[in-house]
């Protein structure tokens, strides 16, 4: 019988378990980050919580999650080999209260947008509002930096909502919106706060104070969402970099973070930014996805997706081609998902990504130039050092340079079964930019030495497209065959073409016979021209 799952009480406010010293929750253990969950306890005891990527995992219930809200005492959390309950502890005599006799209305989660019939009216109301909030708060009085989180969002609150009734009562506006809005606006992401829920958003992108766009479906659509002032915008800015240790102004305009829930964000400033700060936040779903999604999407058919396991299996090295917003990476996730448990894997990205779940994996992430401008490290940094310990495969988020050289060099040296991504209109394409790529490196190779690296290293090129319905499918499984009069040459496996939808173009790859003994090999049955799939609009 197993042991009860410790108990573990904390204010209201934001929290990290880990192993870091600086943590409330102290957890140790193998795959255990020093930063490992992110928890927000709400005054009325129930918390957020969110995985910030240990290998460990974290599982509520039993059941291994990302992001889970909502949560309370009775939800039981596992993180390696460390279960525990988290509770509300007893507020401090000195932690500020709402004042005896005030209780705020009930306010619905998607008030965060104004209404988008009064705009113009709402976002006037709002910026009023919030700057009578900062005489309230009355920085010279008030330590706000020294609170917490839970502290700072009663005191705001308790002081916000006076003012946002007056505010409605003069112009008509509803007061609980207009209470929302600015409590999200001054302590949280403000109208992002509300796109965010909404787990069908895969892309969310700020041109600017009043101008908002999202992908939903696969499709780019405007929303009623805005922000009251570009000086709010920055602020929301601020809130988001600050607690990386990154910073974003005139002198250096342009960054990359993080969101506490995986979600990356970039963000250019003025004078860069003419309109307006510039931000985009792709996200990544709560869900990750595996084989089973993709079939149920369309993304591929069964004989493919055979064949891709086959190939991770024969430790095939694969890249993964396509333009922005096409699935790369949740294909790359996908098929970094199916290597054998028993291997080592070394991932390597600009931006962390890949979630994939392996018991024997390193994430490796670069990291940008400090403010002096030192301190620097590259993919092409990790990728070398990533060959010093002992990996069995590499997996590279994407090459877009002079790393592309010792990516190829690994390949071809005893790392067989790596895979990466490249931005690529068609698998003909991905091969030149391989070259281009291979010539960033600064060491100067002929073209056709290049060309024999990439024929030796590359088995199989996987390129996936978005189509304008905001479907996204696999429209051909590619082989390099081998190099001939200089040029790399290559024979179509799968396709997908209109009116035909997925089928096998009848060709059997070299690699497969090669294998010898039937036991070794796919189903043959695989590559005959026979089977069409979703998307066919007729069978030939």
């Not at 870091?20 to 193998?30: N, S, T």
């Not at 709402?98 to 709402?122: D, E, N, T, V």
């Not at 069964?302 to 090295?317: A, G, Q």
């Amino acid at each position: 019988m197993s042991p009860a799952p410790r108990r573990e009480e904390l204010p209201a406010g934001v929290h990290f378990a880990g192993q870091a010293p600086d943590c409330a929750i102290r957890l140790r253990g193998a795959g255990i980050a020093a930063r490992h969950l992110r928890i927000e306890m709400a005054p009325d005891g129930t918390y957020r919580l969110a995985d910030l990527g240990g290998s460990a995992g974290t599982r509520v219930n039993g059941e291994r999650v990302v992001v889970a809200a909502g949560l309370g005492g009775d939800d039981v959390l596992r993180v390696g080999d460390s279960e525990f309950t988290v509770h509300l502890a007893t507020p401090s005599q000195d932690e500020p209260l709402p004042a005896s006799g005030w209780q705020p209305q009930p306010l619905p989660r998607a008030a965060s947008s104004p209404p988008g019939s009064l705009p113009g009216a709402f976002i006037q109301a709002a910026h009023r509002v919030h700057r009578q909030l900062l005489r309230q708060l009355d920085l010279r009085r008030r330590d706000v930096a020294s609170m917490g989180d839970g502290a700072l969002r009663a005191l705001a609150t308790e002081l916000l909502w006076p003012i946002a009734t007056e505010e409605g009562n003069r112009t008509g506006i509803d007061a609980a919106q207009l209470h929302r809005f600015v409590l999200d606006e001054a302590l949280g992401l403000g109208p992002l706060e509300a796109l965010l829920a909404d787990d069908d958003i895969r892309e969310i992108m700020v041109n600017g104070p009043d101008r908002i766009f999202v992908e939903s479906g696969g499709r780019l659509q405007p929303t009623d969402a805005r922000f009251s002032s570009e000086n709010a915008l920055r602020g929301i800015v601020e809130r988001i970099v600050t607690p990386i240790g990154r910073r974003v102004d005139e002198a250096s305009p342009m960054v990359d973070a993080r969101l506490t829930d995986g979600s990356r964000v970039n963000i250019v400033v003025p004078p860069l930014a003419l309109r307006g700060t510039a931000l985009t936040i792709r996200r990544f779903g709560r869900q990750r996805f595996g084989p089973e999604q993709l079939l149920a999407r369309g993304t591929l058919d069964e004989p493919m997706l055979e064949f891709l396991r086959s190939c991770v299996m024969l430790r095939r090295n694969m890249l993964v081609s396509g333009g922005t917003g096409s699935g790369k990476t949740t294909l790359l996730n996908v098929l970094s998902g199916l290597i054998p448990r028993h291997e080592r894997v070394v991932t390597i990205e600009d931006s962390a990504e890949l979630a994939f779940d392996h018991p024997n994996i390193v994430a490796l992430e670069t990291r940008p130039r400090n403010i002096e401008g030192r301190g620097e490290v590259t993919v092409r940094d990790l990728v070398r050092n990533a060959l010093r310990m002992r990996p069995d495969r590499l997996v590279i988020g994407e090459c877009r340079g002079g790393e592309t050289l010792d990516m190829l060099q690994a390949m071809n040296t005893g790392h067989d079964g790596s895979l990466s991504t490249v931005h690529a209109n068609s698998p003909r394409e991905l091969l030149s930019r391989l070259e281009v790529m291979v010539l960033m490196s600064g060491v100067e190779l002929p073209i056709a030495a290049i060309r024999e690296q990439i024929a030796s290293s590359v088995h199989v090129v996987v390129h996936q497209a978005r189509f304008a319905c905001g479907t996204r499918r696999i429209t051909h499984i590619t082989e390099v065959t081998g190099v001939a009069a200089g040029v790399v040459q290559t024979q179509d496996i799968f396709r997908h073409t209109v009116g035909r939808g997925f089928h096998a173009t009848g060709h059997v790859p070299q690699f497969i016979e090669a294998l010898g003994h039937p036991a070794n090999r796919p189903d043959l049955r695989l590559f005959r021209e026979t089977h069409g799939g979703a998307g066919a609009a007729g069978v030939a």
